[in-house]
């Protein structure tokens, strides 16, 4: 939140603005941005489902799962093979953990491709907010998605709710604008 915070008042600084897209450039980004983030979502709910059954696992099926860091335990589970000498609760739960540990691989892999396809598209359209520090390809498409037509936020409520703080009051002629209250907050 810091860095988004920052690279808005930075780019909002800059004496050559970042040119305002057109609706379907921002369009692209904004639905990119929406469904990454629903795969990270329910990713990480994939993640504490595999959690909570490696924890009421079968005490020999947790130790083979405890010594192994998430990821190796998410790789490790996603490759199980059933293990018809077991006793059911055994099996059941290595039937679960599989197809939980790879709904988890594929949401991850797709949450890594929809941040490509959103670092390429920023690269387009503006690298230089990439240069800025600590701004990433998702920060730098989410300053880019809430940038309006006119090249500045639509009003200084909606640039406060960007930077994640409460609108201040302001005396319109001292601070007119939204570049003066971003340098003001």
């Given amino acids: 939140?810091?860095?988004a915070i920052r690279a808005?008042?930075?780019a909002l600084a800059t004496e050559h603005l970042i040119q305002p897209q057109l609706r379907g450039e921002r369009e692209a980004l904004r639905v990119l941005l929406a469904t990454?983030?629903?795969?990270?979502?329910v990713s990480t709910a994939a993640i504490n489902q595999l959690k909570a059954l490696i924890v009421s696992a079968p005490d020999e099926l947790r130790a083979e799962l405890r010594k192994?860091?998430?990821p190796a335990q998410i790789s490790y589970c996603a490759q199980f093979r059933d293990r018809p000498a077991q006793d059911l609760e055994h099996r059941m739960t290595v039937r679960a953990m599989r197809p939980t540990a790879q709904?988890?691989?594929?949401?991850?892999?797709?949450?890594?491709?929809?941040?490509?396809?959103?670092?390429t598209l920023v690269r387009q359209r503006a690298?230089?907010?990439?240069?800025?520090?600590?701004?990433?390809?998702?920060?730098?498409a989410q300053i880019l998605v809430s940038w309006s037509h006119q090249g500045r936020f639509r009003s200084e409520a909606s640039f406060?709710?960007?930077?994640?703080?409460?609108?201040?009051?302001?005396?319109r002629n001292r601070l007119g604008n939204v570049e003066e209250l971003a340098h003001a907050a």
């Fill in 127 to 140: 690298p230089e907010v990439l240069g800025l520090l600590g701004v990433g390809p998702i920060t730098a």
């Fill in 103 to 119: 709904r988890i691989q594929a949401l991850q892999a797709e949450a890594k491709e929809l941040e490509n396809e959103i670092l």
């Fill in 1 to 3: 939140m810091l860095d």
């Fill in 160 to 171: 406060a709710s960007f930077a994640g703080v409460s609108p201040i009051p302001a005396d």
């Fill in 36 to 41: 990454r983030h629903d795969a990270v979502l």
């Fill in 68 to 70: 192994l860091r998430r």
């Fill in 8 to 10: 808005a008042k930075e």
